[in-house]
């Protein structure tokens, strides 16, 4: 089955510097990958997704890039804010129309 | 939209009672989920409904576990009997075809 590793397990940074978070996965079935946001107390919410048609994807602050090849993708956050602080976690859906498999989660800390 | 609707949010109970966790998906949403957090193994799915019916329970950790969907705006998911390593907390989430997974707030259960 898909199998999702995430690093790192804990960052912090500096207000206004950028955040890049990785994962990698491990069944080339996979074509679709969420990131989420879970902030203290909150379930998980989307911040963005890519689907593997697409290298790169941006909302505002945030991308998320795709090596298919490598199996491995990424998220971005440029000019971070306090408020950006939260765990945050990848998800792959293997060979599945439904199940997601969810990394280990980031804790990010933006340090103001 | 109200979202995800999970009650209740805390539930403290004593190892061998019957807990029932109970979730409303949002509107329209035409499937379920119900997934559990800790913190030694991440998010894990329980158990999967489309259009109220379980699809996919292999993630239902043992028979003291058990998930009902008796209409497409209310699930619950019972623990019986309860026992201290079934402390986690209890995320119900929903999802329309192709549209992304919307969690709620979650049920921390504490079984002492």
């Known amino acids: 089955g898909e199998n999702v590793e995430q690093h790192p397990s804990t960052l912090s940074v500096q207000e206004g510097d950028s955040a890049v978070i990785k994962c990698t996965y491990s069944d080339s079935a996979s074509n679709y990958f969420p990131w989420y946001k879970q902030e203290l107390g909150k379930g998980p919410q989307l911040i963005i997704d890519?689907?593997?048609?697409?290298g790169e994807k941006k909302d505002q602050r945030i991308a998320v890039t795709l090596n298919k090849t490598a199996k491995h993708f990424s998220l971005h956050i440029t000019e971070t804010q306090p408020e950006d602080s939260a765990v945050y976690f990848c998800a792959a859906n293997g060979d599945s129309s439904y199940k997601l498999i969810f990394g280990s989660g980031t804790r990010l800390l933006v340090r103001p | 939209d109200a979202g995800v609707i999970q009650s209740p949010r805390h539930e403290v109970t004593e190892m061998g009672q019957e807990v029932t966790l109970r979730c409303k998906p949002i509107s329209g949403h035409n499937s379920l989920f119900w997934y559990r957090q800790t913190m030694m193994r991440g998010l894990e799915l329980l158990i999967y409904?489309?259009?109220?019916?379980?699809?996919?329970d292999s993630g239902m950790p043992e028979d003291r576990f058990s998930a009902k969907m008796p209409n497409a705006s209310f699930s619950t998911l019972k623990i019986q009997p309860s026992e201290p390593r079934d402390s986690a907390v209890y995320f119900c989430a929903s999802s329309s075809s192709g549209s992304p997974l919307h969690f709620g707030n979650g049920t921390r259960l504490t079984v002492t």
């Open positions: 409904f489309n259009n109220n019916v379980p699809i996919d």
């Open positions: 890519i689907r593997s048609n697409v």
